[in-house]
T-cell receptor
Framework: KNEVEQSPQNLTAQEGEFITINCSYS?????LHWLQQHPGGGIVSLFM???GKKKHGRLIATINIQEKHSSLHITASHPRDSAVYIC???????????FGKGTRLHILP | NAGVMQNPRHLVRRRGQEARLRCSPM?????VYWYRQLPEEGLKFMVY????????ESGMPKERFSAEFPKEGPSILRIQQVVRGDSAAYFC????????????FGPGTRLTVT
């Protein structure tokens, strides 16, 4: 079993819809990252969080440490949000980051 | 303040050649991480370096791969005698000395081995 699991793997939605991407992990972590990878391949760090909730524009990230679960929400989705969203966790035990396999999001105009 | 820079962005090598990938961290960052993203797979940790030190190389293949981060200049990921299976996107990230958890990613180098 992977230490970081994301769902769904693929998601297609209409412009304007509210989007939720989930991330579950099975190890002790010190922080969780949400990353965005565009079709060109570049990676942008969206959020780093260790508790609670963060908001940036139309993006919201939440984390529940007890349940080992995080969600990334996109409000009023737009075609330019189409990308792969990757959840990654900083492990307590060492310096590594473990990545989920990503969620491929496609927003239709 | 320039972000993390990687070059080249695209690199084509024939089997058996050497590949050198460069990563210039953000100004003031002294920690560098290298990750590999194989086609249709997620990112995987390869190596973590501080200036002149390899801290954790547990994700590096045992042969042909090496990394360095000299006192001056960029971090280099070197792949000797490349094979087709080395074709991937290689990303580096850097973090400031006070917070290694805050990683900033470079745009990646896409290596194609023909």
């Amino acid at each position: 079993k992977n230490e970081v699991e994301q769902s769904p793997q693929n998601l297609t939605a209409q412009e304007g819809e509210f989007i939720t991407i989930n991330c579950s992990y099975s190890v002790g972590i010190s922080a969780l990252h949400w990353l965005q990878q565009h079709p060109g391949g570049g990676i942008v760090s969206l959020f780093m969080l260790s508790s609670g909730k963060k908001k940036h524009g139309r993006l919201i990230a939440t984390i529940n440490i007890q349940e080992k679960h995080s969600s990334l929400h996109i409000t009023a989705s737009h075609p330019r949000d189409s990308a792969v969203y990757i959840c990654a966790v900083d492990l307590n035990r060492d310096d590594k980051i473990i990545f989920g396999k990503g969620t491929r999001l496609h927003i239709l105009p | 303040n320039a972000g993390v820079m990687q070059n080249p962005r695209h690199l084509v090598r024939r089997r058996g050649q050497e590949a050198r990938l460069r990563c210039s961290p953000m100004k003031g960052h002294s920690h560098v991480y290298w990750y590999r993203q194989l086609p249709e797979e997620g990112l995987k940790f390869m190596v973590y370096l501080q200036k002149e030190n390899i801290i954790d190389e547990s994700g590096m293949p045992k042969e042909r791969f090496s990394a360095e981060f000299p006192k001056e200049g960029p971090s280099i990921l070197r792949i000797q005698q490349v094979v087709r299976g080395d074709s991937a996107a290689y990303f580096c990230a850097s973090s400031p000395s006070i917070s290694k958890y805050e990683q900033y990613f470079g745009p990646g180098t896409r290596l194609t081995v023909t």
